[in-house]
């Protein structure tokens, strides 16, 4: 089944550490794959997609084919960088979004 | 602009009663969809809509009905609520022609079955 895994449920790491939240995935052909992201008591909000390549908030995240991973890296983690990581893909004829279980990232002062 | 709005925020409910989560939005966005976030398993889509008048069922759409009457309106029904079906329930709509790409999403409704 097409899926995406994120192995880890909790992470933390200390204030100026890098950070690297994994995603991996299985899915047959060339998926869509984004980085969405919930901070305490704020909305769930699209972070960044692969199809963009971009950077935001100083998170990257690059598709590697090879390995089936999409995962989100940041070189120096800040305190505002806490809360709930989703990795989700594009599925289905309605190209319906489906979410991974979640990272939740505690930087640590 | 208020963007993608449920109502309620809490809920309690016994077993076997029912109720409707409501979610608005007032972006003229074609696409909504409903998603039950549970520890653990993420976040699983329940029902979604293409359109006013246009339905179709998610991952997990057992004990739960939607319709899509206008653009604006995307109700969840449960019919008879199970304690399984507490959970923390997600609108979310998405502009034209990008269905899942960027979805925004309501506060949540905090479902409690007892």
């Known amino acids: 089944a097409q899926r995406v895994t994120q192995p880890e449920k909790l992470l933390s790491v200390f204030k100026g550490a890098p950070v690297e939240l994994k995603c991996n995935y299985s899915y047959s052909g060339s998926p869509e794959l984004f980085w969405y992201v919930q901070y305490s008591r704020q909305r769930l909000q699209l972070l960044l997609r692969?199809?963009s390549r971009e950077s935001i908030k100083g998170f990257t995240a690059d598709l590697n084919k090879g390995e089936t991973s999409f995962h989100l890296k940041k070189p120096f983690a800040q305190e505002e960088d806490s809360a709930m990581y989703y990795c989700a893909f594009l599925s289905g004829s309605a190209r319906q979004l489906t979410f991974g279980s979640g990272t939740q990232l505690t930087v640590l002062p | 602009n208020a963007g993608v709005t449920q109502t309620p925020k809490f809920q309690v409910l016994k077993t076997g009663q029912s109720m409707t989560l409501q979610c608005a939005q007032d972006?003229?966005?074609?696409?909504m969809s409903w998603y039950r976030q549970d520890p653990g398993m993420g976040l699983r889509l329940i029902h979604y809509s293409v359109g006013a008048g246009i339905t179709d069922q998610g991952e997990v759409p057992n004990g739960y009905n939607v319709s899509r009457s206008t653009t604006e309106d995307f109700p969840l029904r449960l019919l008879s609520a199970a304690p399984s079906q507490t959970s923390v329930y997600f609108c979310?709509?998405?502009?034209?022609?990008?269905?899942?790409?960027?979805?925004?999403f309501g506060s949540g409704t905090q479902l409690s079955v007892l």
């Open positions: 979310a709509s998405s502009p034209s022609g990008t269905r899942g790409e960027k979805l925004f």
């Open positions: 972006m003229n966005h074609e696409y």
């Open positions: 692969h199809i």
